[in-house]
């Protein structure tokens, strides 16, 4: 009985080590690939080829009002420096996440690009804020049906 308690736990060490040893692995080929790219998410490197005011086009045609934010210590908007109407775009219209971005520069090429982010989401913001403030009724359209008016 001893015996078998013993090779229990012997089992269960080796599986333990193993196991360990398996997420050291993944874990520092992650590291590595990071280390080589220099970027912690790959969708980032399509700010190089963005244009906002195509986007910001495609997205009227969508009916999407979202404003286009970046993560930093917390989300910010760029483009909206006043906390009040950082709130109000936010509640009432939301805000898309550049995939990405973050406060941690990891090579001299991430922040190249987390540049690039910025000026891309300045742009666009300042287009969506531009069509907005012509059309007051977006905000109670928004909170009703979250529809663009015909113009």
Known sequence: MKYLLNHK???ICMLVIVLTAFLLLITNSDRRELKATGLPNPELRKMENANAE???????TNHDLRFVGMMELSLIIPGVE?????????KHFGVRVIAGTSDVIISEEHRRLQDLAYNYALQY?????????????LFKNNIESNAIPNK
Do not use: S, T, W
């Open 82 to 90: 006043d906390l009040e109407k950082y709130k109000l775009y936010r």
């Open 54 to 60: 195509n986007d910001f086009r495609e997205a009227i």
């Open 125 to 137: 913001n300042k287009l969506l804020i531009k069509y907005i403030d012509g059309h007051p009724e």
């Open 9 to 11: 736990i012997v089992i």
